[in-house]
């Protein structure tokens, strides 16, 4: 095999530890929020998850996972503008990524609104990344413009929650009835502001599909090595845990599933 060739393999196959030990560490958050929730939900532990202290650790667990989707979305058009330069092909390459994903979250609308009724999942997170993968498409080239259209998105929608309209049709954007209730709701604003505010740093930490600043390898550590492959599987992790975990509540708790 050519040199050149083989570089480029090398090229496309590398992974950054960091990108997926940081998604890892997002989905421990997210795992650990959801069974704090389901105790509490099932009356087995009353432990406030709508106290404070969740409110931020949900709110910082989300952050982290949405930015770095962002610099993943960077990175991940950088290497594949190494493979294809139609513009055209890169586009569509998204927009199927961004349609399976929000077809899970379609998935995961009809079973909640199945077995959770009154509560059930409009527009949640899988939702939101897949509009965003598609969406987030023209930003991937802008570096610091993605600061100021991020900081405008996330304003807009803060200020958003506080209005309540008599439709639904504008959920997804922010614009929710009154006494609106949902288990997962990740409106574009203000979240799509804050993975855009990630293709600012995955433009600028890693240009070109490099790491511009130095970070040794930690995947010696199993710990490290234990959150990144975490992170690698991610979609696939969030679609099973609720029911993993609610299935280990019903086990050693005797706990009847909602009908």
């Not at 040199?3 to 196959?13: F, G």
């Not at 807009?156 to 614009?175: E, N, P, Q, R, S």
């Not at 293709?199 to 090595?225: A, E, H, S």
Request: one cysteine or more.
């Amino acid at each position: 095999m050519h040199k050149s060739t083989i570089a480029m393999n090398e090229y496309l196959l590398k992974r950054f530890w960091e990108i997926d030990f940081m998604r890892g560490l997002s989905i421990v958050m997210m795992i650990i929020f959801h069974l704090i929730y389901d105790l509490n939900y099932f009356d087995v532990f009353n432990l406030l998850p709508h106290s404070n202290f969740w409110v931020y650790f949900a709110r910082a667990t989300a952050s982290i996972f949405i930015l770095i989707a962002g610099i993943s979305l960077t990175l991940s058009y950088s290497r594949t503008k190494k493979i294809r330069n139609v513009r055209y092909k890169i586009f569509m390459k998204y927009f199927k990524r961004g349609l399976k994903i929000f077809s899970w979250g379609l998935i995961l609308t009809l079973v909640t609104c199945i077995f959770i009724k009154e509560r059930f999942i409009i527009f949640g997170i899988l939702h939101f990344i897949g509009i965003s993968i598609i969406l987030a498409y023209p930003f991937l080239q802008l570096r610091y413009w993605n600061l100021i259209i991020g900081s405008i998105i996330i304003s807009a929608g803060i200020y958003l929650k506080g209005v309540t309209v008599d439709f639904d049709w504008f959920i997804w954007v922010g614009l929710t009835p009154d006494n609106f209730s949902t288990l997962d709701f990740f409106p574009v604003f203000p979240w799509f502001g804050v993975l855009l505010f990630g293709v600012f740093l995955g433009n600028i930490l890693y240009p070109d599909y490099k790491r511009r600043f130095y970070l040794g390898d930690l995947t010696y550590f199993t710990f490290v090595r234990s959150f990144c492959f975490l992170g690698r599987y991610s979609l696939l992790i969030y679609l099973i845990h609720q029911p993993v975990l609610i299935m280990l509540l019903y086990i050693f708790n005797g706990i009847s599933c909602i009908t």
